[in-house]
């Protein structure tokens, strides 16, 4: 019981997971207090938390590919816009006017309907179910203590 060991140790710090040298790590999982000059002392230093870790910047396709996964109407509108503009071009070019005016209204339409679309998106990402940010919802106010048959007195 009373007798006391010490191992060697050729260096006074080990390597954790991460790569960050720290002192000799504790059974508790926090490290040993260096500065203690009582060598039967056992304070334990909580570990550090770890430092967050620097996130990369989003590349121009991840960004087109998550935007298409998240709202995907938006993209079809902008594409069925674009083939109206491009048919109403080429009938113009060949001297259709009633296909042209045909597509370029078609357009307007789909314009406007790409438009209400986005909006929408925004309105459903923005959309709470808070109606008062902060007041206390009925289910949760103590208006009267409950009885084991459910009623309140």
């Known amino acids: 019981m009373g007798s006391h060991h010490s191992t060697p140790q050729t260096s006074s710090t080990t390597k954790c997971e991460k790569g960050s040298p720290t002192n000799s790590v504790d059974d508790l999982g926090g490290n040993i207090d260096p500065s203690s000059t009582n060598p039967n002392s056992r304070t334990v230093v909580p570990p550090r938390p770890l430092m967050p870790q620097v ?26 816009t674009a083939y109206f503009l491009a048919s109403g071009i080429k009938s113009f070019y060949n001297r259709d006017p009633v296909k042209s005016q045909t597509m370029m209204r078609l357009r307007v339409g789909s314009q406007f309907a790409t438009i209400l679309v986005f909006i929408g998106y925004m309105g459903i990402n923005s959309f709470t179910f808070e109606m008062a940010p902060g007041m206390a919802v009925p289910s949760e106010q103590q208006g009267g203590v409950k009885r084991g048959d459910g009623e309140q007195k």
């Open 55 to 80: 996130m990369r910047p989003e590349t121009f396709e991840e960004r087109l590919y998550r935007k298409f996964k998240a709202e995907p109407l938006v993209p079809i509108g902008c594409l069925t």
